[in-house]
């Protein structure tokens, strides 16, 4: 390669680099905490304490082992700050892109560098996992780097680059398990380039067992932390079996599909069954192509992983996340699909036709790509940050804090003391020396229905519940939602997760179930008036100038077909209105589109008298009105119309003494 060629490689790679990199740095100088993200930070600050990866739940962190120990020696240089571990992450990622653009250029053609690398660089799915504090991108770069290494070892004859080879997919395996499935794609690899005898060498099968073995050690690694060797605790029984024969094989295609058919991601296929199909042509035809050894060898490092995935890994793993390690090798094979299509319009058409297809198609992948990488790079995370910071700026002594997100709150409060999740939790759990479930994040109680809420709520202190709202109605039963809404209030609701504190409800002066259905779409089943006081009437009285709380039922019937407003009108006998206190269910905290229907929801709320009321008797004027101002009609159950006022009624006032 001449100097000149050389810039010109150069000049090529800053594209995809700089665009990677650029929206790497956007997600990661921006983006909320992603809810695994602790975990990492936590594990970081444990290495740099005691250099163990120990969690505070006193349990041993055996994923992401090289990650976490570089995150750690980051935590121990920096304090223990997310942007920095974040950064790892970033330069992982778009070290990724550098090396599948030099891989594509050497292995096929500056185009197919270029094209890989884009590919790589704009996928929504790399520019999030690439910015995030966890090891995705450590994994990919490995990988990559890996079969690489390894096929320059074997289709050159040269030890140093195979062995080294084996010895960064044994580290991407300490990474994450999931990345001893190339290990048989290499073998098959190998035998396919240089023919079966070439593993007839005793320093060939010799490399191998090595890598076997490194990888058989992650195996009882994974064991030993499953059965409690490591940390002295043991996992609920069976939660995750790391092998599993494929009795629901259907199934398994059906999770594992969408790496390979998802929208975005169905041309790359579509172009790597393309590289493939023509290099097996152009091998039974006898054609000698510098590019069919290449494709070959990292067809089967695609394509070999996904199956032995379906064939052998457990359900819980048939994953398309578990494959994102390969999407470095997705790209490049892609890239040599197109490569090759253009190379077949080199052979009959003129040149500039084919040099016209090459920025056309440099083009088309910007185009196509750049909006949902723009979109991903600028998009955000749950809000489980702000919302533990809310809760620690209300923090009282005697406060506990229940959440699906443990690490999460240990990180930013300090503890966790209850961790809350219904359905699925038996692989984030264990059972502690008194037989409790407890979480392995910080080993804080399992809370699963609504009767361990409700347990929670008696054992005395203000309880909060941080929850995001997918979680809450896909993880847990109807009960463990509904004592929620019975016995706690939703006091924030921010980008997604529910804040919710307990209530302490004081008996009301006036309790009475009605029957009123708002709009065909809302039921008002009871309300709630004023408070009771020793020696008092039921009706409730109240004085000028003080609030008056009362609260609503609601319960959706069906589906809520957009946002209301309650209004609320104090009025006396001849319907004179005195005062007034509009505003959103829930005060707009929980979407009225949101409601569950036949879940009852407590809407508190109060109406300020004014200081100069006169005494006498009032009633509460309620009802729904959307945005254009106009309200719903009220029926009852049977369909009796009450027209578009509900009225409360039995509120006297009276002067204080």
Not at 42 to 56: Q, S
Not at 217 to 223: F, I, N, T
Request: charged residues 15%.
């Amino acid at each position: 390669m001449t100097n000149k060629q050389r810039r010109t490689a150069v000049l090529v790679a800053l594209l995809p680099v700089g665009v990677g990199l650029a929206l790497r740095l956007t997600y990661a100088l921006h983006a909320e905490p992603f809810v695994d993200e602790p975990t990492t930070m936590l594990v970081a600050d444990a290495i740099a304490r005691t250099g163990v990866p120990a969690l505070p739940s006193g349990l041993f962190y055996g994923n992401d082992l090289p990650f976490s120990y570089l995150a750690g020696a980051l935590v121990a240089l920096f304090g223990p700050h997310l942007l920095a571990v974040r950064l790892l992450s970033v330069a992982a990622s778009t070290a990724a892109i550098a090396l599948v653009y030099i891989a594509g250029r050497r292995l096929f053609s500056l185009q197919a560098g270029l094209w890989a690398a884009l590919l790589l660089a704009l996928t929504p799915q790399e520019i999030i996992w690439g910015s995030r504090a966890r090891a995705y991108a450590l994994l990919e770069l490995l990988v990559l780097a890996s079969a690489w290494l390894y096929y320059t070892g074997v289709s050159g004859d040269r030890a140093g680059p195979r062995r080294l080879g084996l010895l960064l997919l044994v580290a991407a395996i300490f990474v994450h398990p999931e990345a001893a499935l190339l290990l048989p794609a290499l073998v098959v690899g190998a035998g396919l380039i240089k023919g079966w005898r070439w593993w007839a060498k005793p320093v060939h099968l010799a490399e191998l067992a090595l890598a076997v073995a490194g990888a058989g050690a992650r195996y009882l690694l994974q064991v030993a932390l499953a059965r409690g060797w490591i940390g002295g605790y043991a996992t609920v029984a069976g939660s995750r079996p790391p092998l599993q024969l494929p009795f629901d094989l259907p199934a398994r295609l059906t999770d594992v599909a969408p790496f390979f058919l998802d929208p975005e991601r169905l041309p790359w296929t579509l172009f790597a069954l393309l590289a493939l199909a023509m290099t097996v042509w152009q091998i039974s035809r006898g054609q000698d192509c510098s590019r069919s050894q290449p494709t070959l060898f990292f067809s089967v490092c695609l394509w070999l992983p996904p199956a032995a995935m379906v064939l052998l890994l457990g359900s819980t793993y048939q994953s398309p996340r578990y494959l994102a390690m390969l999407l470095p090798i997705f790209a490049l094979v892609a890239a040599a699909g197109l490569d090759q299509l253009v190379a077949g319009l080199r052979l009959y058409t003129k040149r500039w036709t084919s040099l016209a297809a090459t920025a056309g198609l440099t083009l088309a992948i910007l185009a196509v790509y750049a909006a949902s990488a723009v979109t991903a790079a600028s998009s955000s995370e749950k809000g489980f940050r702000q919302a533990f910071e809310l809760v620690k700026e209300q923090w009282q002594p005697g406060d506990r804090v229940a959440t699906v997100a443990p690490a999460f709150s240990q990180l930013v409060l300090g503890r966790s003391d209850l961790f809350t999740l219904g359905k699925e939790h038996e692989e984030f759990v264990y059972r502690a020396a008194d037989g409790r479930l407890v979480d392995r994040w910080t080993g804080s109680p399992l809370v699963r229905t609504g009767a361990d809420l409700a347990a929670a709520l008696d054992d005395g202190g203000r309880l909060w519940l941080v929850v995001d709202e997918s979680r809450f109605r896909e993880r847990f039963n109807a009960d463990f939602a509904q004592m929620a809404w019975q016995r706690m209030e939703l006091v924030a609701k921010v980008d997604g997760v529910m804040v919710f504190v307990s209530h302490d409800a004081l008996p009301p002066a006036t309790s009475r179930a009605v029957d009123a259905i708002f709009g065909d779409q809302v039921a008002l089943l009871r309300y709630d008036l004023g408070l009771a006081e020793p020696g008092s009437e039921s009706q409730p009285v109240v004085h000028p100038g003080q609030s008056l709380p009362f609260t609503l039922y609601w319960q959706a019937t069906g589906p809520v077909g957009g946002q209301y407003t309650v209004f609320v009108h104090l009025l006396d006998a001849d319907g004179q209105r005195y005062a007034q206190g509009d505003g959103p269910p829930l005060q707009g905290l929980q979407s009225m589109v949101h409601w569950q229907p036949g879940e009852i929801l407590p809407d508190r709320r109060t109406i300020d008298l004014p200081p100069d009321l006169p005494p006498g008797r009032y009633q509460l004027a309620i009802g729904l009105y959307g945005a254009d101002g106009s309200r719903l009609p009220i029926s009852t159950a049977a369909g009796q119309l009450l027209g578009d006022t509900f009225i409360i009624d039995g509120i006297q006032v009276e002067v204080e003494p």
